[in-house]
Structure formats: C-alpha cells, structure tokens
C-alpha cells in the first residue's frame, strides 16, 4: 500500500510538473562536473531507442527480484520493507519534483501539456508515458540504490536455494561475492545512469544519500521496536509495527529479523 500510494503520488507530480513545464521555458540544461568529464552514451537504435540506463535499472532489479524469490526464508519480509522504503522515498522525490523544478539534462526531451492529469499520472506509474521534468532526485537511482542495500543487509539472513553442489553460495565467502557482485552492477548503474544525461551529479548523490538515510532510520527503528515490543512508541514505531506484526516475531529472536 505505501509502495503503491508513494509511486503514484510521485507520478501525479511528474505530471503537474509537466504541466507547468510546458507554459514556460525550461529548456537550457544547468553546468554539471561530471558531465563535462563523462562521455555521452547514446540510446541504443537511435535517438528514440533504448536507453542505457533503463536497461541498467532493470537488470538489477530483474536480479534482486529473482535472488529473494529463490531465497529459503523471510520472502514477504524482504519484498514488503524493500517496497515500503520505495514509496517512502518516492513520496519525497514527488514533493521535490513539483517544488523546484529543474531543466532536463536531456535537451531531446520536450515536455508537453498533460491532457488527464490522473490518468496519465497512471500511466507513468506503469512506464507507458514520459515525463520530462521528473529530475531532482533521481528515480532510477532510488531503485538501484534500494535494492543494492536490501541485498547487502538480507543476503546472509535469507540463504539462496541452489542444488546441494551449489551449497558454497551460502557460506561466508559466497555471500561476500554476492554483494561484491550487486556492488559492481550498481557502480555500472550509476555511470550509465550520468552518461546518458539521465540525471544531473547532483540527483544521483541525493538519492543516494536519502536511501542510506531511509534504510537505516527505518532498520534501527524496527530494531528498537523488536527490541522493546511493549514499550510506548512514537508514531513512526506504531506505523512500523503495523507493518511488520504479521510476519516478525516482535517479542523473541528479533537480531535474525534484522541487521544493522
């Protein structure tokens, strides 16, 4: 529900920022360091092909999906905090997009005046309608970024199901290779993500920056929650335990539930 409720709100705001786009001139990308460092990667197929960066995003989230699907233990757990920092973050990126409105990197993008505000705020939920002025802070960086650190905390509490002679994937070593691995996948991401002007230096590094901060406030607050069950809590710590009272056992083994 919050990933849903968040990822719409955040396309509803892409299209007001559209909207407002559209009646005035934001067209002149800002200067960016990294820009002028980095080459420029172009779609694949030309200029309207596939975009590097859309492919990088869905690799990794493609692998992430699969690794906690095929795990043995704390699926809903996993799948259900990944998607609630999601629309978390995603509630706060529509805020930010609609606020201040920032000019495209991508000088091909043009934005045009939304017809159906809610509708089309729908389809770019689904990924069937662009936007362009959905810049400050970066989406695709949000998702690499969320489910590389949902990887690296889970990854030795949710053992992979794998044939008995691949059984070394679950043992200390394997797992350090399989967060050195989503390590690599998300630092390509992130490149990819530069060179193809998809976001300025500066969405990439506060969206990295909040999904360390989200991630960690919301992990230590469950821990503290596990912790202390019967304690008043504040509000965060009741939406929390709301969250997590049907599949954590809030009163008894709460260090295996969580990793800080």
Known sequence: MVFVLGTYFDSLMQVVAQSRAAEQTITTPLPDLLFDILPFIPPIGGPHGIEWANIAVGCILTIGIARFVLSTQLKIVVFRRWLTLLGVLFFGRGVCIVVTM????????????????????????????PTCMDVFY????????IAALIWWRY????????????????????????????????????????????????????????????????????????????QPHNYLLRCIRWLECEDAPLDADYEHWVVV
């Open 155 to 230: 990854t030795p509490i949710a053992p992979l199901w794998v044939p008995r002679c691949w059984q070394w994937v679950n043992t200390t070593k394997g797992i350090q290779l399989q967060r050195m691995l989503m390590l690599v996948l998300v630092l390509i991401a992130y490149f990819l993500i530069l060179c193809t002007r998809f976001h300025y230096t500066l969405d990439v590094m506060i969206a990295i920056s909040l999904c360390f901060v989200g991630d960690y406030v919301y992990h230590t607050s469950l821990l503290s929650l596990m912790a202390n069950p019967t």
């Open 102 to 129: 920032l000019p495209n990197p991508d000088r091909r993008c043009v934005p045009e005046k939304p017809k159906a505000a809610l509708w089309e705020a729908l389809l770019v939920m689904l990924q069937m309608y």
């Open 138 to 145: 970066s989406g695709h960086t949000t998702n690499i970024t």
